[in-house]
């Protein structure tokens, strides 16, 4: 799903385990609880996206677009890589 356009999508509790959606146009698409394990979104595009309580476990994000996510509740683990200077939510 390189490059996929998918603004505006409702992917909530959607299983992306390993998808790659480098470059994907993701912009105020619902992620809710969506299975992003191990996923590549590098430079994906995911402005005003709603991530709340996604699982992004060992996922690359590195160039990822995430101003003005929701973030609140993300899963991470050491070896997710988040874009530089991100910061997750309080």
Do not use: Q
């Amino acid at each position: 799903m390189t490059r996929a356009n998918l603004r505006r999508a409702d992917l909530t509790g959607a299983y992306l385990v390993g998808a790659t959606l480098t470059g994907a146009k993701l912009g105020k698409a619902t992620l809710t609880d969506a299975a992003l394990k191990e996923a590549t979104l590098t430079k994906a595009a995911l402005p005003e996206a709603t991530l709340t309580g996604a699982d992004l476990s060992g996922a690359m994000l590195r160039g990822a677009d995430l101003s003005r996510a929701v973030t609140t509740g993300i899963v991470t683990d050491k070896r997710t890589k988040m874009p530089e200077g991100w910061a997750p939510e309080a």
